[in-house]
């Protein structure tokens, strides 16, 4: 069945640092990819997608490129800030195979130290 | 626009009882998923509906069940509770398009003693 893996947390990074956060997936079809963040005490929240090959996905400086011939879809900051400290999940929905439900990866925890 | 609106925030209940989750979703969205967030399993979806009809299941028992309304309101009922029910339950509501985007409320948090 479709699966996501991400890297295994935490990942403690200092303020202003580079953020890579890796996400592969395994799907048949043609799956629509998205990138969720949790602070503490509350839901999800999107934070952005990418719904085809190439497509890049952008959102308050974050930043992910949809790759189908390495079935990628890493998360990416230039700066990070204390405020992004948060859960951050990689999913995909795929209604080629899994039925559109959406699939997460286990989470990876960022703590950004000022 | 108001957000997903899930009641109650938190539960304590008691191994072998019932409970019941209310989640109201965006206006005008019709479909409604229900996720399990526990740390050892991470998000498991349990269902979705489309309509007031379940449109897909995950893998949980039968204890697990839920159902939508003509608004779209959706509640979810576990019977029996175990003490590996205790969780963080999350309602994401979508205007059921493929690829859309789901819109999370903020759960609630059940725990079973």
């Known amino acids: 069945g479709d699966s996501v893996t991400q890297m295994e947390g935490p990942v403690t990074l200092s303020e202003e640092a580079f953020l890579t956060i890796n996400c592969t997936y395994t799907?048949?079809?043609?799956?629509?990819l998205f990138w969720y963040v949790q602070y503490p005490g509350e839901g999800l929240q999107l934070l952005l997608k990418?719904?085809?090959?190439?497509d890049k996905g952008s959102n308050k400086g974050f930043e992910a490129t949809y790759r189908k011939e390495t079935t990628s879809f890493h998360l990416e900051k230039g700066s990070v800030q204390v405020s992004d400290s948060a859960v951050y999940f990689c999913?995909?929905?795929?209604?080629?195979?899994?039925?559109?439900?959406?699939?997460f990866g286990k989470g990876t925890k960022l703590s950004v130290k000022p | 626009k108001a957000g997903v609106t899930q009641t109650p925030r938190y539960l304590i209940k008691t191994r072998g009882q019932q409970v019941t989750l209310s989640c109201s979703p965006i206006s005008g969205h019709r479909s409604v998923s229900w996720y399990q967030q526990t740390p050892g399993q991470g998000l498991q979806f349990l269902f979705e509906y489309f309509s007031e009809t379940q449109r897909n299941k995950g893998n949980f028992p039968g204890r697990f069940s839920g159902r939508q309304f003509s608004n779209s309101r959706s509640e979810m009922n576990v019977s029996t509770l175990e003490l590996g029910d205790s969780a963080l339950y999350l309602c994401?509501?979508?205007?059921?398009?493929?690829?859309?985007?789901?819109?999370f409320g903020q759960g609630t948090r059940l725990t079973v003693v």
């Open positions: 994401a509501s979508s205007l059921g398009r493929a690829g859309t985007e789901a819109f």
């Open positions: 990418a719904t085809k090959a190439d």
């Open positions: 799907a048949t079809g043609y799956p629509s």
């Open positions: 999913a995909l929905t795929n209604y080629g195979g899994s039925q559109g439900n959406l699939i």
